[in-house]
C-alpha cells in the first residue's frame, strides 16, 4: 500500500524541480488543531508531527501538509467540502479522520456516517490520484475530568454524554465503520481508538489524555496517528 506516493518520494528526493510532495489532512476539530479550548496549535497537531518525521526520514523531500480539518465537522460535512478544500490542490495523500462528531448520530447515524466515507473515498479516487489512509477516533471522556472541562461545556452536559458514547461501545462502533469503508476501498488505516484501547487495557487513564477532558487529545498523545501513518508510509521503520 501506498507504493505510489513512497515513488513520489523518491521522485522529488531526485530532482529538486518536481513538484512537492503534498499531503492533505481531511478531519474535524482534532485534525484541524484544537486542544483546550477553540484555540490552535499547528505545531503538535498529528499531521505537522507527522511532516517532521517525514522530513527526518528524506532530508532532501520538500512536503507540504494541507490542514484540511474544520472544528466540529463530521463526514458529511467533509465529503460536501472535497471540491473546495482537497481536489483543487491534487495531493498524493490524504487522511481521512471523523468520527468522533459524527458518533452523536447515534446507532442509527453509523449508515450516513458510513455512506459519507464511501462518498469521500469514491470521489477522491475518481478525481485524484491521491492515495488514501483512514484514520478511526480517539478515545472520548469515560468519566468526568473535572477542571479540565469548560464552563460551557459542563452546562451542556457533554461530559455525561461523551461519557456514555466512549463507555456504551458506541464510538467503537464508528471506528469499525471506518475500517469497514476501508477495506473497501482497500486502504490502509491508522488506528488510533485500537491504540488508545490497548492503553486503557494497559491501565491509562485515558480521560487524563484529553487536553480539554472531552474529546481533544493533548499534545502527546498527537503522536499516535502520526507514528501510525508514519509505519505506514515508512514500513521498514528506516527513521
Not at 25 to 38: I, K, N, Q
Not at 108 to 133: K, N, S, V, Y
Not at 156 to 169: D, I, T, V, Y
Request: charged share 25%; proline share 5%.
Amino acid at each position: 500500500m501506498l507504493e505510489r506516493l513512497r515513488r513520489r518520494i523518491e521522485e522529488k528526493t531526485a530532482d529538486q524541480r518536481a513538484r512537492p510532495v503534498t499531503i492533505a489532512a481531511l478531519g474535524d476539530s482534532v485534525t484541524a488543531g484544537v486542544f483546550e479550548r477553540v484555540d490552535y496549535d499547528f505545531v503538535a497537531v498529528y499531521h505537522a508531527r507527522l511532516k517532521g518525521l517525514l522530513e527526518a526520514r528524506w532530508p532532501q523531500c520538500i512536503f507540504n501538509v494541507l490542514n484540511v480539518g474544520v472544528n466540529g465537522d463530521s463526514a458529511p460535512g467533509g465529503l460536501a467540502r472535497l471540491e473546495r478544500d482537497v481536489i483543487p490542490h491534487q495531493p498524493d495523500l490524504v487522511t481521512i479522520a471523523f468520527g468522533l462528531n459524527d458518533s452523536g448520530g447515534g446507532e442509527a447515524g453509523r449508515t450516513r456516517f458510513a455512506d459519507a466515507l464511501r462518498g469521500i473515498a469514491g470521489t477522491l479516487r475518481e478525481r485524484t490520484e491521491a492515495e488514501l489512509l483512514f484514520l478511526t477516533p480517539s478515545f472520548m471522556n469515560s468519566r468526568d475530568a473535572g477542571d479540565a472541562v469548560a464552563p460551557n461545556h459542563r452546562a451542556a452536559n457533554l461530559p455525561a454524554l461523551f461519557a456514555e458514547r466512549q463507555n456504551s461501545g458506541l464510538l467503537a462502533h464508528y471506528a469499525e465503520e471506518v475500517r469497514t469503508v476501508a477495506a473497501e476501498f482497500g486502504c490502509p488505516v491508522a488506528d488510533v481508538y485500537r491504540a488508545w484501547e490497548d492503553l486503557a487495557q494497559a491501565g491509562v487513564d485515558t480521560t487524563a489524555m484529553l487536553a480539554n477532558g472531552l474529546n481533544h487529545p493533548d499534545r502527546e498523545a498527537h503522536r499516535i496517528p502520526a507514528e501510525l501513518i508514519m509505519q505506514w508510509i515508512d514500513p521498514a521503520g528506516e527513521r
